[in-house]
């Protein structure tokens, strides 16, 4: 004769679900299946969609097909459309601050990288043939008004922006390149402005030589301490074979 069971032994086997009925919910009872799918690639993709066709044209249907997973999926790893854009949009944003401090923190004389910097943008701008422009400026522009979250992120990632440049001139004016009087708050707010002015001459389908001749002509400006060093000028570059 078997050992007798007791009553809480039977209300626990009872509770739980019986694989008969449910083939998978008894192992899903004891641990959560792992997801087949990277996170990061699909805020990639999204991003890429987003970025490409905005928000409000950017359907679930949409991202369903760019990252490959369904509905469920999608809603049980982020959340909604509004969720998972703003992961997107975080994603660049973090994408661009690095790329900024990458080029203006670099090894070597400040002013120099800074010039690069500002010359590689408005050349960048002018080969955008699909006219994408700058996500984080396109979401402000859709979104900023009515999306308080979006401007929030927006703002911020502006301002930090805003410090790179601002140190990177600093250093310059330790450097000795850039007038000590200078204003490299002010002139970080120059610069930072005309990049965003030029981005949006890009959108606008403006030459090539507009925008770069704008950036060459905005660091021109720039008050530097007399040497034998002219302001960039790439136009000689760009009509080289």
């Known amino acids: 004769m078997g050992e007798p069971v007791s009553r809480a032994s039977k ?3 009872t509770a739980l679900p019986s694989p008969r009925n449910a083939p998978y919910t008894a192992y899903s009872f004891l641990m959560s299946r792992p997801r087949q799918f990277d996170d990061e690639e699909v805020v990639r993709a999204a991003r890429d969609q987003f970025w490409s066709h905005g928000y409000d044209r950017t359907s679930i249907d949409d991202l369903s ?3 490959g997973l369904g509905r469920g999926s999608l809603y049980g790893a982020f959340g909604d459309k509004h969720a998972l854009f703003l992961q997107a949009l975080d994603s660049y944003n973090s994408d661009a601050i690095g790329a900024w401090r990458s080029a203006l923190r670099g090894p070597g004389p ?3 990288q800074l010039e690069r910097f500002v010359c590689d943008i408005s ?3 002018s080969r955008d043939v699909e006219r994408r422009g700058c996500m984080m400026a396109r979401s402000a522009t ?3 008004a ?3 979250t979006v401007a929030e992120r927006t703002a911020a990632t502006v301002r930090v922006m805003h410090s790179e440049l601002s140190d990177c001139l600093a250093r310059a004016q330790e450097e000795g390149s850039l007038d000590a009087e200078a ?3 002010g002139l970080a707010s120059l610069l930072l402005a005309v990049l965003r002015g030029l981005e949006a001459l890009g959108r606008a389908g403006a030459a090539a030589e507009v925008v770069i001749g704008a950036a060459e002509q905005a660091l021109a400006l720039l008050p530097r301490v007399s040497t034998n060093e002219p302001a960039p000028d ?3 570059d760009r009509s080289a074979p």
């Open 65 to 67: 097909a760019v990252t």
């Open 142 to 144: 859709e979104l900023g």
């Open 123 to 125: 050349e960048a701008i």
């Open 146 to 148: 009515v999306d308080k």
């Open 110 to 112: 400040a002013l120099p």
């Open 11 to 13: 209300q626990v086997r």
């Open 183 to 185: 204003d490299t708050d």
């Open 234 to 236: 790439r136009r000689e």
